[in-house]
């Protein structure tokens, strides 16, 4: 009898320790509003609570990710706004330039200036983010993507960064741009051909800047007009340079010039203007690429230029300028568009992640918050069931076959 009233005593002191740590688990609950505090508290919502916290991780880090990403491109947007208006200030200059009762000293202040703008076109081309990286280096490479090697020996500006364009994620956006497809890739002449005079020209003979004409009977030849004073009238010959025997084009062999003609062979057309002289001649190559600041820099030598037929060169120079100026200021635009594409797109994404995020901290919470209510009804409910069971065990411990004597 003495021994299972003994055992009696420790089960019960033994389950009012249990009840007593319940309760004191319990107030760690309410105290810090977690349900789930280890993972042997409820296994499953514990694993399910740490996947959800994981995913709001990444999340978080995304978020961020395309915070910085945006600020870039909000940068480089601004940067090439800048470089249109710089773009735009050059082709007025070349407006001014075309004035007939400019003068050396006029025309050299235009070229002055035109040096200032190609210097912060290049400045802008090598602008930075708050990080320090390059915002038109393309997939990187070099700190300083746009070097101006001009000068004697020097081959005018070059790209020392990595050509290529990162694409936009689900999550992510690009934080730089290709520079080489902006402003390195500005087609020649009007696009499809371009026209040079003869260095050794002395007449006045230029030309416009031609059209195509018949897409499909292009060649991709060169071709060269020369003219011939043959019995005192002024004649033109087109060959096509390219062929072996640099063959004249049939029905464009010892043609009569007159001022202001317009002639076509092999889908492309262009218009002659002013007096040439004897052995003067034009080349017509199919168009390559240049890049916007040489584009500029040609404008500053022809503005320069004093030679005999300096008037024709520099009409023909600046008119293909003008040309491939809008031509490169199209590139600029169209980049720019691209750019406020992907902040337009960076505004979805960020309302898109914000959103997941919300939604992973809901499911967090569902799986290990506490419900307070609940969480405080429980609690007052065991410290009662606590309370009593110590005052039944007290009354219980009292009994002795002693005090029935």
Not at 170 to 194: E, H, K, Y
Not at 213 to 233: C, E, P
Not at 309 to 328: F, I, K, P, Y
Not at 340 to 359: F, H, Y
């Amino acid at each position: 009898m003495r021994v299972s009233t003994a055992n009696s005593y420790d089960n019960t002191v033994s389950l009012l320790a249990r009840r007593q740590a319940e309760l004191a688990s319990q107030q760690e609950k309410i105290a810090t509003g977690k349900r789930v505090q280890k993972p042997s508290d409820d296994p499953v919502a514990a694993t399910l609570a740490e996947t959800a916290q994981n995913r709001l991780s990444r999340t978080q880090a995304d978020l961020r990710s395309l915070e910085t990403a945006r600020s870039s491109l909000q940068q480089a947007e601004s940067g090439l706004a800048e470089s249109g208006e710089l773009i735009q200030r050059v082709r007025d200059l070349l407006v001014s330039a075309g004035n007939s009762t400019f003068g050396p000293s006029e025309r050299e202040d235009i070229a002055r200036q035109l040096e200032g703008l190609r210097e912060q076109m290049i400045g802008v081309a090598n602008l930075k983010d708050n990080s320090g990286r390059t915002l038109f280096g393309g997939l990187g490479g070099a700190a300083t993507p746009f070097v101006d090697l001009y000068g004697p020996g020097g081959n005018g500006v070059q790209f020392n960064g990595q050509r290529g364009q990162a694409a936009a994620g689900n999550t992510s956006l690009p934080q730089t741009l290709d520079g080489n497809a902006i402003w390195m890739r500005v087609p020649q002449g009007n696009g499809s051909f371009a026209i040079n005079l003869g260095a050794a020209n002395t007449g006045s003979v230029s030309t416009s800047m031609g059209e195509v004409t018949n897409q499909a009977a292009l060649t991709g030849a060169d071709y060269s007009i020369a003219f011939a004073n043959v019995a005192g009238t002024l004649q033109y010959t087109v060959t096509n340079a390219t062929t072996p025997l640099a063959n004249p084009m049939p029905g464009q062999t010892g043609v009569p010039y007159t001022p202001g003609m317009t002639i076509e062979f092999d889908g492309q057309s262009l218009q002659l203007n002013g007096q040439p002289a004897d052995g003067d001649q034009i080349g017509v190559t199919p168009a390559g690429k240049t890049d916007i600041f040489s584009v500029v820099q040609d404008a500053v030598n022809a503005l320069r230029d004093t030679s005999a037929n300096s008037g024709a060169v520099r009409a023909q120079a600046l008119a293909r300028t003008m040309t491939e100026l809008d031509a490169g200021h199209d590139r600029v635009l169209l980049a720019r568009g691209r750019a406020g594409e992907w902040l337009n797109r960076g505004d979805s994404l960020d309302t898109l992640l914000e959103d997941r995020g919300v939604d992973l901290k809901t499911e967090k919470s569902r799986l290990e918050d506490l419900d307070l209510v609940q969480g405080i009804s429980d609690f007052q409910t065991q410290q009662l069931g606590l309370e009593a069971a110590l005052k039944s065990y007290a009354q219980v411990q009292r009994l002795s076959l002693f005090q029935m004597i």
